[in-house]
């Protein structure tokens, strides 16, 4: 369904941006190119929403810098944590507390989940500052955890948002399938993620 979207994963090459990894100018990044890909994707009726500097369900908390709300349903959103300035561990993914306030990648998940009250959440790192708990558990710079969310690794320096471009596609597919996601095999999932990240490196160096 999403073959001629994914073309327009590589235009994202030609985006060009003054890289800046310091608070508010990451989530502006990150915004900026979810805005560019939703549009020409053909997603213009999504809206990408910064709330870095809003509170969430849980007091004085604002994890979860951007909120996509798909076809522009708040009830079919999509919670995005942007840690383009910091690399923090993985964290335990077993006997994990979705209250706690762990500064690990799962941690935030978790917490992102719990403060934008979605179903379906994305931690973004850049791979310059990640941390290596992080970046070895990743395939190709993605990785699904399951009943947890994405972990997404682009590069500024690069101007590469790729992988964070198909990891939209992926999550805005799990948001409008539901309630069916709440059946779907976990582990055939992270498959799924593996394979399209395997297909679309395999497209670049052919191309």
Known sequence: KHLSSLKALYDLRSLRFQTSSKGSEAEKQVIAVLDEFKDRAGFSSDAVIDLSRTAGTMARNR???????????????IAIEVKLDKGVKLGEILDRDPIA??????????????????AVNIIVFDEDSVDTTV????????????????IVIVSTRRNDFR???LV???????VLAEPKQAIAEHHVL???????????NDYTSTR
Do not use: H
Not at 67 to 77: Q, R, S, T
Not at 135 to 150: D, H, P, T
């Open 135 to 150: 970046s070895k558990q990743c395939v190709e710079g993605v990785r699904y955890l399951a009943g947890i969310g994405f």
């Open 63 to 77: 994890t979860g810098d951007v909120l996509i709300e798909v076809e522009g349903d708040p009830n079919k959103a």
């Open 190 to 200: 992270e498959k799924i993620v593996e394979r399209l990240v395997q297909v679309l």
């Open 101 to 118: 306030k762990t500064d690990t990648a799962v941690g935030q998940l978790l917490e992102t989940a719990a403060n934008r009250n979605t």
């Open 163 to 165: 992988t964070l471009a």
């Open 168 to 174: 939209y596609l992926l999550a805005r597919d799990l």
